[in-house]
T-cell receptor, first 114, second 109 residues
Framework: DTGVSQDPRHKITKRGQNVTFRCDPISEHNRLYWYRQTLGQGPEFLTYFQNEAQLEKSRLLSDRFSAERPKGSFSTLEIQRTEQGDSAMYLC????????????FGPGTRLTVL | GQNIDQPTEMTATEGAIVQINCTYQTSGFNGLFWYQQHAGEAPTFLSYNVLDGLEEKGRFSSFLSRSKGYSYLLLKELQMKDSASYLCAYMDSNYQLIWGAGTKLIIKP
């Protein structure tokens, strides 16, 4: 399968714990995005990588959130000291760049903070 | 807040035609996207418009008017499997996608 993959698909954690999610983009895509989506809303931009460089980071992203893409391939999103408000679907997308640059989404990681 | 709007929910009949509208306001614009999202799944790309006019792709068509900040997605010959949320998003001057909240389309037999 050459699509975007995310791991884990579901994560249940207790408030205050740290969690880390992984995203493997489509191999030839150099752009990688992280979004958060809650029920009945569109995706909310979190951060964006061009290869290994983190080019944009939403000001909505508190210092508890950090993302890396160390070799310009897979990426990780870590949330420290989770709060109940962090419960959401975390989506990763990759795109090839170019004229259209449509984004291909992974299946998402659903986070539940108890 | 969001400066992109689309109806929250629409209902249509199997076999009919439905038009989902999207309006936006932005100073920098690099195209308008439509995505389909089934419940519990990730969004999947449907269409992209960067120039004014109609783009047709099978049963789905998308229209853009940049001067009016307006787009629509037209779905023909509706099938039950078309029941989903339809998200419009514009790409801003930083090449980031700004998303609407989505329109939940309910298809009735």
């Amino acid at each position: 399968d050459t699509g975007v993959s995310q791991d884990p698909r579901h994560k249940i954690t207790k408030r205050g714990q740290n969690v880390t999610f992984r995203c493997d983009p489509i191999s030839e895509h150099n752009r990688l995005y992280w979004y958060r989506q809650t029920l009945g809303q569109g995706p909310e931009f979190l951060t964006y990588f061009q290869n290994e460089a983190q080019l944009e980071k939403s000001r909505l992203l508190s210092d508890r959130f950090s993302a890396e893409r160390p070799k310009g391939s897979f990426s990780t999103l870590e949330i420290q000291r989770t709060e109940q408000g962090d419960s959401a679907m975390y989506l990763c997308a990759s795109s090839p760049g170019g004229d259209i640059d449509d984004q291909f989404f992974g299946p998402g990681t659903r986070l539940t903070v108890l | 807040g969001q400066n992109i709007d689309q109806p929250t929910e629409m209902t249509a009949t199997e076999g009919a035609i439905v038009q989902i509208n999207c309006t936006y306001q932005t100073s920098g614009f690099n195209g308008l996207f439509w995505y389909q999202q089934h419940a519990g799944e990730a969004p999947t790309f449907l269409s992209y418009n960067v120039l004014d006019g109609l783009e047709e792709k099978g049963r789905f068509s998308s229209f853009l008017s940049r001067s009016k900040g307006y787009s629509y997605l037209l779905l023909k010959e509706l099938q039950m499997k078309d029941s989903a949320s339809y998200l419009c998003a514009y790409m801003d001057s930083n090449y980031q996608l700004i998303w609407g909240a989505g329109t939940k389309l309910i298809i009735k037999p």
